[in-house]
C-alpha cells in the first residue's frame, strides 16, 4: 500500500505505522496569515492542512510526497474467480486466509501477492471501462527459476494444472531459457532461468 495522501483521526497511530497525518484547520483569518499559514502546510479539498512532524521517509523537505519504488500486489481481473483460484493452487501456490470465496483471492509468492478479482468489479473500482478480451495485453508477468531445467518443470505442471503454452522453453540469445504459458484467462506468464539474475534465498530477483 502506499502512503496515504492523509490520515485522519488516530494520529499516533498513523504516525507509528509511517503515514503522514494532517489536522484539517480553519480558513485563515485574513487579518493574521502569518500565524496560521506557519509551518509544514498543505491543501487538501479546498481546506488548510497542516502535516504532523516527524514525517515519514518519502516525504520531502517541502512536504511533498514521493513514491516508494515498490510493487506492493499485482491484481489480475478473471472471468471466474473459483475457476482461476483453482488454477493457481494447482500450482502449488499458497492461497492466503484473507482471501473471500468467489470474490477475491489472494496467493503468498516470493515477492508481490497476487490477487485474482471479477474483472467487472476491478473496472468498476479502476473507473475503466471493461472491453473485449485482446488477443494480448501487452503485459506479461515472470516466474524465474534457479535451473533452466526448473523452467521445463514448471511449464509442464501449467499443462497439467490446466495452463496453455504460448511459447515453448527455448534457449535465448541473452544466454538464458525461457518459455510463456497463459492461465484460463489468458494473462501472460514467462517462466525463465537467467544466469545474470541470480535468485536470493527468499526467491527475489538480484540484479546490480
Do not use: K
Not at 113 to 118: D, N, T, V
Not at 152 to 162: M, R
Amino acid at each position: 500500500m502506499l502512503y496515504p495522501l492523509s490520515y485522519e483521526g488516530d494520529t499516533a497511530q498513523a504516525a507509528a505505522r509511517g503515514y503522514p497525518t494532517r489536522r484539517v484547520l480553519e480558513r485563515p483569518d485574513p487579518a493574521r496569515p502569518d500565524e496560521q499559514l506557519s509551518g509544514n502546510l498543505g491543501r487538501a479539498g479546498g481546506q488548510i492542512t497542516r502535516w504532523s512532524q516527524p514525517q515519514p521517509p518519502g516525504v520531502g523537505q517541502d512536504g511533498g510526497m514521493t513514491t516508494p519504488a515498490r510493487v506492493s500486489m499485482v491484481t489480475l481481473g478473471v472471468s471466474d474467480v473459483e475457476r482461476a483460484t483453482g488454477f493457481y493452487r494447482s500450482l502449488g501456490w499458497s492461497l492466503s486466509s484473507a482471501s473471500v470465496a468467489d470474490e477475491v483471492s489472494f496467493f503468498h509468492t516470493a515477492g508481490a501477492i497476487l490477487a485474482l478479482y471479477g474483472e467487472n468489479d476491478l473496472a468498476d473500482e479502476a473507473n475503466q471501462t471493461l472491453s473485449p478480451v485482446p488477443r494480448f495485453r501487452g503485459v506479461a508477468l515472470a516466474l524465474n527459476c534457479d535451473r533452466a531445467q526448473d523452467v521445463d518443470e514448471v511449464v509442464q505442471s501449467v499443462i497439467l494444472a490446466g495452463g496453455t503454452v504460448v511459447s515453448p522453453p527455448r534457449a535465448t540469445d541473452w544466454g538464458g531459457y525461457s518459455g510463456y504459458f497463459a492461465d484460463p484467462d489468458g494473462h501472460v506468464w514467462e517462466v525463465a532461468y537467467n544466469p545474470s539474475f541470480p535468485l536470493l534465498d527468499d526467491g527475489r530477483l538480484q540484479l546490480p
